[in-house]
């Protein structure tokens, strides 16, 4: 059974910093393709970030571009979203997730395994 575990969100200020992570069981993640989403209230599900099982193929949504990085760690099973520069429109609950897959996705569809989320809220 997988099951990813997010930590990390809360409230912070408008230009501040948080590190998002993922703890799963279950799956190695490092042989998966992974990313993360957010669901704003009355918003559809995006992904943000996501990263190929090797590392060598990444997608950032252009909302985030140069302020957000997908990373993982290989001997803790984890994955992580550093998120800097943040703003008031980044507000949302954050989910992390895993394809069955080694490519990137981008679509909700195409992931198999989900966090129960965790919310972060910036305040302008």
């Known amino acids: 059974q997988v099951q990813l575990t997010e930590s990390g969100g809360g409230l912070v200020q408008a230009g501040g910093s948080l590190r998002l992570s993922c703890a799963a069981s279950?799956?190695?993640?490092?042989?998966?393709?992974t990313g993360w989403f957010r669901q704003a209230p009355g918003k559809e599900r995006e992904c943000v970030a996501a990263i190929s099982a090797t590392g060598g193929a990444t997608y950032y949504a252009d909302s985030v571009k140069g302020r957000f990085t997908i990373s993982g760690d290989n001997a803790k099973n984890e994955m992580y979203l550093q998120m800097n520069n943040l703003e008031p429109a980044d507000t949302a609950v954050y989910y992390c997730a895993v394809r069955n897959s080694q490519l990137v996705g981008v679509y909700t569809w195409a992931y198999d395994y989900w966090g129960q989320g965790t919310q972060v809220t910036v305040s302008s």
């Open positions: 279950g799956r190695t993640l490092s042989n998966y393709a």
